[in-house]
């Protein structure tokens, strides 16, 4: 099993940014896709972006697509998702979480279901107010 934790969440203005991180422990991280997921209150959680084992394949929700940017250190064993151009409805806690397979179709990272993802974060509250 790999342990996530995520920081870097905050209050933040319409139109500010916001990254990140997602810091891991205990199996090897190139073992693991990484997404990040957002969920409101209420609310299913909701893919917003992922990243491939190797980093070299990066997958978003429309939501968020030219808007977020989500990168990965291996040598690090961190993943951040670059946010900018926030929005008031961005505002939710946001989850790291890692995956050893993801059902690909043709090799492409598509959208993911939370049940996808076997390992997951914490979560760090992220808010932009209008």
């Known amino acids: 099993q790999v342990q996530l934790v995520e920081s870097g969440g905050g209050l933040v203005q319409a139109g500010g940014s916001l990254r990140l991180s997602c810091a891991a422990s205990?199996?090897?991280?190139?073992?693991?896709?990484v997404g990040w997921f957002r969920q409101v209150s209420g609310k299913e959680r909701e893919f917003a972006a992922v990243?491939?084992?190797?980093?070299?394949?990066?997958g978003y929700a429309d939501s968020v697509k030219g808007r977020f940017t989500i990168s990965r250190d291996n040598a690090k064993n961190t993943v951040h998702l670059q946010m900018n151009s926030l929005k008031p409805e961005d505002t939710a806690v946001y989850y790291c979480?890692?995956?050893?397979?993801?059902?690909?179709?043709?090799?492409?990272?598509?959208?993911?279901?939370?049940?996808?993802?076997?390992?997951w974060g914490q979560g760090t509250q992220v808010t932009v107010s209008s």
């Open positions: 979480a890692a995956a050893l397979t993801l059902p690909l179709v043709g090799g492409v990272l598509g959208s993911f279901a939370a049940t996808d993802f076997g390992s």
């Open positions: 205990g199996r090897t991280f190139s073992d693991y896709a």
């Open positions: 990243i491939s084992w190797s980093g070299d394949r990066t």
